[in-house]
């Protein structure tokens, strides 16, 4: 090959990337706000926010929260994610924002969503919420035990008023060896489509490429 045409494929690829063909895909960008399960906070959420960062996200419309007592009743941090959602609504200007909940928070998220008919959440990832409880709960702690047991009075109520989340697009994300949630079928919802992962494990859902790639193309997607 001549000199001229040795260059030839690096100078079409220049062209291609300083054209955009090669661009980066653009996702939607609604506001998202990420919850964390029982006995957890923000900083085991921050993986997930890095990856929404670099798929585009503006730096203030992914917040990772943290809940004042990390074992705290659902009903208490169904409130606390209210004033996330208001100060996200009101800090982006957006009028809708996204949740993705992890474990326990998933239950607050559904409180929150059963006891604000006006919420403005447009769509919502579960990432092995235990929907109907489960059986890990007997050796939890906190206000929130009584109500992660399958047929607590709490669940009774969140799956009797709304089985599905009312108004909002929703998909569960589990993993086939989740030691956490017993049975793993809670993990599911009535009507919503459902992901069944292997060979990872409950927090491992925080981190698994598989997951992220699920929730990228959910929460990406006009």
């Not at 007997?138 to 799956?159: I, V």
């Not at 489509?193 to 494990?201: G, K, N, P």
Request: charged share 15%; net charge neutral; with cysteine.
């Amino acid at each position: 090959m001549s000199p001229p045409l040795r260059w030839a494929p690096k100078l079409i690829f220049l062209l291609l990337v300083a054209g955009g063909a090669l661009a980066a895909p653009s996702y939607a960008q609604v506001p998202v706000i990420l919850v964390p399960g029982w006995l957890n906070s923000d900083s085991d959420l921050q993986l997930i926010r890095t990856r929404l960062l670099q798929a585009g996200w503006a730096d203030n419309s992914v917040e990772a929260i943290s809940f004042s007592d990390p074992v705290g009743s659902n009903r208490e941090h169904a409130v606390e994610l209210g004033l996330a959602v208001a100060a996200m609504l009101e800090r982006t200007g957006s009028k809708e924002v996204d949740v993705l909940a992890h474990s326990m928070g998933g239950l607050a998220a559904r409180w929150y969503i059963l006891t604000q008919p006006d919420h403005s959440i447009r769509r919502a990832v579960f990432l092995g919420t235990p929907h109907r409880g489960t059986l890990s709960a007997y050796l939890a702690f906190g206000k929130s035990r009584p109500e992660m047991l399958p047929g607590s009075n709490f669940l009774d109520s969140l799956n009797t008023l709304q089985p599905t989340p009312l108004g909002v697009e929703s998909r569960t994300i589990r993993t086939l060896i989740d030691t956490h949630i017993i049975p793993g079928s809670s993990a599911t919802l009535p009507d919503v489509e459902d992901y069944r992962l292997c060979c990872t494990t409950h927090t491992g859902l925080l981190k698994d490429g598989r997951v992220f790639e699920l929730i990228l193309s959910f929460l990406g997607s006009a």
